[in-house]
């Protein structure tokens, strides 16, 4: 509960604990077994931020986090919870709070659409489940499309690249090494796998811009941003490299801010211990120094998990608010993860702090946060505050009703498939859309004529616009855009119509590949 400057987290009969604002993008975590109380731990801070005029980003995994959004009501342990320590006395108010529901599927909440080429080759690998020599072979399409300025924005475009760099390896090998058929073909098949998913709703435009996360409402109130992750937990990589894009794009594009009154931004990362399962020590440090530099940017991430263990060390030592929930000790692997998460906190010689963490009630926690010198306190026995939003979840009309009023709902519910600067530009240079196609046609039928047999069994793929015409797809624009050696045998014969795409085509490629920069995870950056 946000309260005269500071954030009130939890209380008991002597004590009250707080998290300073300005240092609430030291980050944190916030630990416990199931059931214990996390959820409405993350609740009550959630509205504390939005209080505060801090947007919030969290992911739904249940579904009672959408409760945020309601009324709270005076029943129960939450009534009795208020009572007990007079917190109407200190601020305390039934309410709802602002939030946007956003849903990757697109289904409980406005649909959160990337960019193939945005999201980069290393984390759509970690999606893919890529080995080495498949990511390697990725690398490759991406560095091909970067170069060429071709943007890759959904599934049946990467598909296309990699058909293209497949039938063409020859012309990219000696400058990018080996490109395994084999490999392309275990790509396309686990793209296929993606699109059963909902991976083909994922990736597409409108793209999403983080900026809409960072929003207050008209009474200056933090937009809470809820990603409903019920139906996304089932694919764990997609759900965790979604996040990890997130995470790497704000510390890519937002400024250097130094210390700060508040954050301007806080995420709390849920089950956060897919985040680090089967990572690289390479991608591992890169996670590291983005989560070390970005509190420098404003904002505050805070991992929740069951126990403190899940999160490496390295990463675990800059949380530096940290509520930890009851923990079981029932194997010998139990006992050391409760001796870790004692071990994390300052000692407190009023009680042992490992025998506490296996015998606090529900809603009871363990705290430890940031002074006013940034030294973790010393830790703390308190009831977590209640939550003042609804405890529970939401029925589907409600949860309509808000979708439909959604500031955003306009910019973002319906997708669109870009033109690609084929068509772009010959549009721009008044030659028909007709001849367009008919040429197009002509020189897709002639090459398919030519080739006699197939060099691969990948098949490739057209997008179809809505008049029902088979347009190109981008793998047939490019084994159609003239080579320099084609273009001297053919100077003498060329169309009007070839000497504006072949000129048209170098000219955007030059110019967009000049913006294509990729940053610290591989996610691109304009």
């Given amino acids: 509960m946000y309260s005269d400057g500071k954030i009130l987290v939890g209380c008991n009969d002597n004590t009250e604990v707080f998290l300073l604002p300005k240092l609430a993008n030291r980050h944190g975590v916030i630990a416990g077994a199931t059931g214990t109380g996390k959820t409405v731990t993350v609740k009550t801070l959630s509205e504390s931020f939005s209080d505060m005029g801090v947007p919030v980003f969290l992911a739904d995994m249940k579904g009672d986090i959408a409760g945020l959004s309601k009324v709270g009501e005076a029943t129960g342990k939450v009534q009795e919870r208020v009572e007990q320590y007079s917190l109407k006395d200190k601020g305390f108010n039934y309410k709802s709070y602002p939030v946007e529901f956003w849903d990757l599927l697109g289904e409980k909440g406005l649909p959160i659409r990337v960019t193939i080429s945005e999201i980069g080759p290393l984390l759509l690998s970690r999606i893919l489940n890529l080995t080495d020599a498949q990511q390697g072979v990725l690398n490759v399409v991406f560095r091909v499309a970067d170069e060429e300025g071709l943007l890759i924005i959904d599934i049946k475009d990467l598909k296309s690249m990699i058909n293209h760099v497949t039938e063409n390896k020859e012309k990219y090998q000696p400058k990018y090494g080996n490109v395994d058929t084999r490999s392309a073909n275990t790509i396309i098949r686990a793209l296929l796998t993606l699109e059963d998913q909902g991976g083909n709703k994922f990736f597409g435009e409108p793209a999403l811009d983080l900026n809409d996360f960072m929003q207050c409402d008209d009474q200056g109130r933090g937009i809470i941003n809820i990603l409903d992750a019920v139906k996304l937990s089932l694919y764990p990589d997609l759900y965790s490299t979604f996040l990890l894009w997130m995470m790497s794009k704000l510390y890519e594009s937002l400024p250097e801010v130094g210390d700060v009154e508040k954050p301007k931004l806080v995420f709390f990362f849920d089950e956060a211990h897919l985040l680090f399962n089967n990572l690289s020590p390479v991608f591992l440090q890169k996670i590291d120094q983005i989560i070390r530099l970005i509190r420098s940017k404003g904002v505050g991430i805070y991992f929740i998990s069951q126990n403190p263990s899940d999160i490496p060390d390295s990463i675990l030592s800059q949380l530096g608010n940290r509520i930890q929930h009851s923990l079981r000790a029932y194997t010998p692997k139990d006992q050391k993860g409760v001796k870790v998460a004692a071990e994390s906190f300052r000692e407190n010689p009023e009680f042992s702090t490992i025998e506490a963490i296996s015998n606090l009630e529900i809603g009871e926690a363990l705290v430890s946060l940031l002074d006013e010198k940034g030294v973790p306190s010393i830790v703390q026995k308190v009831y977590i505050l209640p939550p003042q939003s609804y405890l529970g979840s939401i029925d589907d009309e409600y949860r309509n009703q808000l979708n439909t009023y959604s500031v955003f709902r306009q910019k973002y519910a319906e997708s669109f498939d870009r033109e690609s600067a084929y068509e772009c530009l010959l549009q721009k240079m008044d030659i ?41 797809s981008m793998g047939d624009i490019l084994n159609n855009i003239p080579t320099q050696t084609q273009t001297k045998r053919r100077s003498n014969t060329s169309s009007p119509l070839d000497k504006a795409v072949t000129t048209a085509t170098n000219t955007i490629a030059r110019e967009v590949s000049k913006q294509l920069v990729r940053g610290i995870l591989g996610n691109l950056k304009l």
């Fill in 432 to 472: 028909p859309a007709e001849e367009i196609i008919t040429q197009v046609s002509v020189d897709v039928n002639q090459q398919n004529n030519q080739q006699t047999t197939p060099q691969n069994n990948i098949p490739q793929q057209s997008p179809t616009d809505t008049s029902g015409i088979k347009l190109p």
